[in-house]
């Protein structure tokens, strides 16, 4: 077999164990046999482009991401040690005063939304980009401050996988793999309330808007509906979203009100 697909294969067995699935769970979300599943970690099997869909849906990547074609940002946060991810170009390091606010603003999030069937990963991703860039559009600062990457289904959040492991490590939320449509999907459930102290009342009115206009949208509406926004718009696919694009956004996006304003 080629050299692509026992790269392919390596690809496919680290991003499964970063999942915690065992080859015979994947086979049955794959509907395939377990030895299947070892012929393909081990090279030895051709990938057909519906098992690559089925698989980038599984973990929850792009196909280009599954196939070694989109870099994978490197996360380092502040005193915690982090497993090196396939393929580094983007380091990024979070300081820990951030790091303190993503984890109450997600479990402010998974409070308020998260048991609603349609709340899965990729949904979050979306409210915490629509959280971070409408604060930052009203009052011109970071919220979270996290770094968005424009991957095939919308903006992620580069950080979200470290932070979320380790608050699944402290037993403050608990990772689930479930199905919302016959569509594979991973939950997150949290096992403590927020710290209130650690959000202002600005903070929370946004966070609340954001929940209250999209929260019930699924994972195809939400990232369609990220897809129009102007700072996703003006970014080269796999680049950083820059915050500042904000104040570039059309109407229908805008939550700022600009004609008060003195020029």
């Known amino acids: 077999m080629s050299d692509i697909y026992v790269k392919l294969g390596e690809r496919i067995r680290q991003l499964r164990s970063r999942a915690e699935l065992s080859q015979e769970q ?59 991810p396939v393929r580094a170009a983007i380091r990024i390091n979070v300081p820990q005063k ?3 606010k993503f984890r109450e603003v997600l479990l402010y999030i998974l409070n308020k939304v998260g048991s609603k069937h349609n709340i899965g990963e990729t949904v979050i991703y979306k409210l915490l980009y629509f959280i971070d860039f409408n604060f930052y559009e009203k009052y011109e600062e970071q919220l979270i401050g996290a770094t968005y990457i424009k991957n095939r289904y919308g903006p992620t959040p580069a950080e979200f996988k470290a932070i979320a492991d380790r608050m699944v490590r402290d037993k403050e939320i608990v990772k689930l793999e479930d ?15 927020p710290d209130l102290s650690k959000l202002k009342a600005h903070e929370i009115e946004v966070i609340d808007d954001v929940l209250n206009r999209l929260s019930d949208m699924n994972a195809t509406q939400i990232s369609e509906y990220s897809h129009n926004d102007v700072p996703w718009l003006a970014t080269e696919a796999g680049g950083t979203i820059e915050y500042e694009s904000v104040f570039y956004r059309t109407p229908a996006y805008s939550v700022r009100d600009y004609g008060d304003e003195i020029s």
Do not use: W
């Open 179 to 193: 199905k919302y449509f016959d569509y594979p999907q991973r939950k997150y459930l949290p096992l403590r309330h």
């Open 26 to 84: 994947l086979a049955d979300r794959m509907h395939l046999s377990r030895a299947a599943v070892s012929q393909i970690e081990n090279g030895d099997r051709k990938v057909a482009t519906h098992e690559l869909v089925s698989l980038s849906q599984i973990f929850g990547c792009s196909v280009e991401n599954l196939l070694g074609l989109e870099s994978e940002p490197q996360v380092i946060l502040k005193g915690a040690k982090v497993r090196q």
């Open 98 to 100: 951030n790091v303190e």
